[in-house]
């Protein structure tokens, strides 16, 4: 394996410098902020990013992510001409030498949270979700822009959204995205990039909207529609493991060609689809140690990051991407994958 950083270009609270001095990490997952869904990412946005960051002795081996936009997901006329435009930026990717793209394809929003501010014992910052309070959320306030959305919803809009997405459940959906992958993995092959879809965070629906990239099932669907190894997952504990019925060491063997990208991290469930997030180490909850020795079994070679970390030592920043307690986790995890390998 080999250990990254989630990198939010020059806007990031954390700079290069920093995650260089943390020892074990060799390279960075990196984005473009701001870039709207639907735009084609040039030659010369990937070879910016590629050159800050190697000029720090870092590699950019993940782009994280290049958004689908809503008519894709939505199956509306406009998707044709948007899926040539995430072709173009794939191609344009294949020609950097940028090895993996992580996307999802959750409607409207992408990771979700009740609670962004939930204090631990030790008054560590961590994020929450309750499904009570999600159902009991009053939509009419809207949504906040958070770390992985490009912008905020006003009530309104969140009132827009739902109603757009009315007509399409789960099958609808899971056409639209098997149409998408159709049309887009046939230039990820050609261009010598891997795909790998990030599960829905949480793994079911919210406000009634359609999620379909959730346990072993959904996930397995996805790549018998489009078999290519190109067609690939980002494996994210900290997304899976919310659901108690996933079994990740298990699902590490099932996926193991068409893993392309881990994210881990760990969660302490307190309920029907309810849970906070902990630190790396606590596995209670989700069994860290067999999640690396499964990797380890398959072979696991690719880009690993510590995802979400705690907020810690009076830090501030973008909640989950804090520097000290991701550096925590990533010395955990390199000493863990280490361990496990001797
Ligand atoms: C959360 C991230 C997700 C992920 C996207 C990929 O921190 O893991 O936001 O980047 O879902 O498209």
């Known amino acids: 394996m080999k250990l990254t950083w989630r990198w939010f ?16 990490i060799e ?12 735009e084609v990412w040039s030659v010369a946005d990937f070879v910016g990013i590629k ?11 993940v782009i994280e992510s290049i958004a689908v936009h809503e008519a894709i997901k939505k199956g509306l006329p406009e998707r044709d001409a948007l899926i040539d435009a995430f072709c173009e930026s794939i191609r344009n990717m294949g020609k950097v030498g940028i090895p993996v793209l992580c996307y999802n394809f959750m409607p409207v929003f992408d990771w979700m949270r009740t609670n962004l501010v939930y204090q631990l014992a030790d008054k560590s910052m961590v994020t929450l979700y309750d499904h ?35 007509q399409i459940d789960e ?13 887009v993995i046939p230039v990820a092959e050609e261009a010598g990039v891997f795909l790998a879809v990030h599960p829905d965070d949480p793994p079911w629906s919210i406000m009634g909207l359609p999620r379909i990239v959730r346990d072993a099932k ?9 078999p290519s190894r190109h067609n690939g997952l980002t494996f994210c504990t900290g ?14 063997h099932q996926f193991a060609d068409r893993i392309h990208f881990v994210h881990l991290r760990n969660v302490a469930l307190t309920g029907f689809q309810s849970f ?3 630190a790396h180490t606590d596995s209670t909850h989700i069994d860290m140690p067999a999640i690396m020795q499964a990797l380890i079994d398959i072979g696991f070679e690719g880009p690993l990051r510590p995802d979400h970390g705690r907020m810690i030592w009076g830090e501030t920043g973008r909640v989950g991407y804090g520097l000290y307690d991701r550096a925590l986790a990533a010395m955990y995890l390199y000493g863990l994958w280490q361990g496990l390998k001797r």
């Open 239 to 252: 997304s899976l493991g919310t659901s108690p019925d996933n079994d990740l060491p298990a699902m590490v």
């Open 27 to 38: 390279g960075i997952v990196g984005t473009l902020e701001g870039k709207p869904a639907g």
């Open 132 to 166: 009570q309070a999600m159902l009991d959320y009053d939509l009419s306030q809207g949504f906040e822009a958070r770390v992985a959305w490009a912008h905020g919803f006003t009530g309104e809009q969140v009132q827009a959204v739902l109603a757009e997405y009315s």
């Open 171 to 183: 099958d609808a959906l899971f056409k639209n995205f098997v149409y998408f992958l159709e049309r």
């Open 218 to 226: 959904s996930i397995q669907r996805i790549f018998d529609a489009v």
């Open 9 to 24: 270009g020059e806007g990031d609270t954390v700079s290069l410098e920093q995650i260089k001095q943390i020892p074990v």
């Open 276 to 278: 906070y997030e902990v």
């Open 51 to 61: 050159q800050t960051v190697e000029a720090q002795g870092l590699s950019l081996d």
